[in-house]
């Protein structure tokens, strides 16, 4: 009876230490995955781990529509060719094509003015080093598998070119626009959509993304003061293109912006705080909802 006895405890305390395995196993999977609401943060994509050399010539190209081109934050001599200068890249030259409202697929439109000087430039001996396209700001929620399908078509291009291709992940429309409620409840709800779309495709394609939505959040979050929107409650500011660009080149270049001071037309305070938040998106990732 004594050695039935201590046979079933045996058994019980076996049975007892593999529920608590599972269990254990089971909630740390749920965060993992963020199930309980704390969404883990991530570097989604290629992550730039280390400065690159500022004596390398890069040769940078812009792909997008009036969230690229607004404040001339993509021109030659615009935001993000200043802060380069500015950071010790005296190599890097910029160049970009750019039609407001455009689509990614109509960049890619043979047929199209811009898709085909688009194609011109990528099928060309003139090597792009680095490649930055940006989706109409809506698209990637209204019709993700059309942005899916561009930026697949897109990475093929760029690799016969021999260049990198980046993401630039947007925003949400800001609070008070009239056609946010048809992409989100709010603008950092649409933003996460957003974000969320950018991310998925990045990992699939194993490309870079650049959260710059994720800094605009995160800056109207901590300094709601300063105002990152255009008086179309849609494209940036000022300062929202400063931010934009400062992310944009922290990430791509793996320098963190807190630790240099351009400051643009913005006053210093101001340029600060927006470098700080540039600052730690690129360096700490940012969350995902899936």
């Known amino acids: 009876m004594k050695h039935r006895s201590f046979i079933t405890k045996t058994i019980g305390l076996m049975m007892a230490g593999i529920m608590l395995i599972t269990l254990t196993a089971a909630c740390t999977g749920c965060r993992s995955r963020g199930i309980d609401g704390e969404n883990e943060k991530k570097k989604v994509g290629r992550v730039i781990d280390a400065p690159r050399d500022p004596a390398e010539k890069l040769r940078v190209l812009f792909i997008g529509n009036s969230f690229t081109y607004y404040n001339d934050m993509n021109k030659p001599n615009g935001i993000f060719a200043n802060i380069a200068k500015n950071a010790g890249y005296e190599e890097v030259k910029v160049t970009s094509v750019f039609r407001g409202g455009y689509y990614l697929r109509q960049f890619l439109d043979e047929s199209d003015e811009y898709g085909s000087q688009v194609l011109r430039l990528l099928r060309s001996d003139k090597k792009y080093d680095i490649v930055v396209i940006q989706e109409q700001s ?13 930026c697949r078509r897109f990475k093929e291009i760029v690799d016969r070119n021999g260049g990198e291709l980046w993401l630039y992940a947007t925003w949400g429309y800001k609070d008070g626009n009239p056609e946010l409620s048809r992409y989100g409840s709010s603008s950092a709800d649409m933003e996460m959509k957003l974000r969320t779309a950018y991310s998925k495709i990045a990992d699939e394609l194993n490309v870079g993304i650049v959260n710059a939505g994720a800094a605009i959040t995160e800056s109207t979050k901590e300094y709601p003061s300063i105002d990152l929107y255009d008086a179309d409650l849609k494209h940036p500011s000022e300062a929202g293109s400063y931010l934009i660009a400062w992310t944009i080149f922290g990430t791509i270049f793996g320098v963190d912006p807190s630790t240099l001071t351009y400051n643009g037309t913005l ?11 540039a600052s730690m998106i690129v360096n700490d990732g940012v969350a995902v909802n899936y």
């Open 138 to 150: 809506a698209n990637p929620i209204a019709c993700p598998e059309d942005f899916y399908d561009s």
């Open 267 to 277: 006053s210093e305070s101001v340029a600060i705080k927006l470098r700080a938040v």
